[in-house]
């Protein structure tokens, strides 16, 4: 979703001072998540994969959680034309590893398969999806998960382990992750601060000085505007796809997307400093639905399941009988 989710920078435009770092709008206080768990994980379908689900009913623009992310990369659209520039998600993933190893082998299976990780024991990964997957939750509490042993392992055992691979099919890996798991947050200075000065990494959820160093290299990175930082997050980044409803309607009675990511009074997505992401309902959700909202027009490498499409496809061969 690098390509895809775009949202403006923590500091861009909605009245919202990104100086103050940790503090929040008025209108995310006034909505602030309840201690009651909120969102759970569970498998939708093997084609589809993880989502998220609601853990309790949750009210209209109620704020259900805000989570800091796994790990920050930098992207540009150049990457994807030129395999001889794609190394800075690489070294996101690599220092992500480091120190959330069984969080992102379990969350995101595929990359761990491209990168040679057999997929863990069902035990081991109930654990994660029980305790640790939630880690980076800022607001907002965690339900258990929902996911069968046997879900998981018809799931799991779908992506082919690359018993020993290249360095260069691991970078391309962690390329096609980003592209459709990350949310692109435009520079606009964040970069700009923690980077000109040769300072380095200035926080622990900038990218890593190994991904910086990595864009650098190829010309990528401070020299150059179309080049955005992209941030995977261990539960925002599991939420799945829905089509928003020819002609729109009204959200409470839809099947469109219940979610939006959302802060400040701009109606527009936007991070919560530094790089936390912000999931909103955009109506009142009851327990053990899907959390969904638009990935918009960027380009979807999927046959999409969503329930609008579903309904279409019944009413198409309803039509047709
Ligand atoms: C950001 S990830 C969401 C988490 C993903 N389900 C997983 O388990 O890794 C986006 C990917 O999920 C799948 N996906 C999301 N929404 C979908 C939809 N409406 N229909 C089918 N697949 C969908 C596609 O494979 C897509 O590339």
New binding site residues.
């Given amino acids: ?1 690098a390509s895809s989710h775009t949202a403006e920078g923590s500091d861009g435009g909605d009245g919202f001072d990104a100086a103050k770092q940790g503090s929040l709008p008025l209108d995310f206080l006034g909505n602030v998540p309840s201690d009651l768990p909120a969102v759970t994980v569970g ?3 093997p ?5 998220l689900f609601a853990a309790r009913d949750i009210g209209k623009n109620e704020f259900i959680f805000t989570e800091a992310p796994l790990m920050t990369g930098l992207y540009n659209e150049m990457y994807v034309a030129d395999p001889s520039l794609v190394h800075s998600q690489h070294q996101a993933y690599r220092e992500a590893l480091a120190h959330s190893r069984f969080e992102l082998n379990t ?4 990359l761990a398969a491209r990168n040679g990780f057999h997929p863990l024991s069902y035990n081991e990964a109930q654990r994660v999806l029980v305790t640790t997957i939630g880690k980076n939750l800022i607001h907002g509490r965690l339900g258990a998960t929902t996911v069968s042993q046997v879900e998981y392992e018809s ?1 799991s055992s779908r992506f082919h382990v690359a018993e020993f691979p290249l360095e260069e099919d691991s970078r391309r890996a962690a390329l096609d992750f980003f592209k ?2 990350a949310f692109q947050a435009r520079r606009r200075g964040l970069l700009g601060r923690s980077l000109a000065g040769g300072i380095g990494r200035s926080s622990p959820l900038d990218p890593p000085a190994s991904a910086v160093a990595a864009a650098d290299a190829v010309g990528l990175t401070t020299a150059n505007p179309s080049t955005n930082e992209a941030c995977i997050y261990l539960l925002g ?7 928003t409803p020819a002609g729109g309607g009204a959200p409470d009675a839809w099947l469109g997307p219940n979610c939006e990511w959302r802060i400040g009074s701009s109606g527009l997505a936007q991070f919560v400093p530094p790089r936390h992401i912000c999931v909103q309902a955009r109506r009142a959700i009851k327990q053990g639905e899907q959390l ?1 909202w638009d ?1 918009g027009k960027r380009e ?7 329930a609008n ?1 579903r309904r279409n496809l019944v009413a198409h061969y309803c039509r047709v009988l």
């Fill in positions: 979703m498998l939708v379908s084609t589809v994969g993880y989502g969350a995101f299976p595929l799931y459709h798991y980044s599991l939420i799945n796809h829905c089509c969904t990935y979807k490498s999927f046959v999409c399941e969503c499409c």
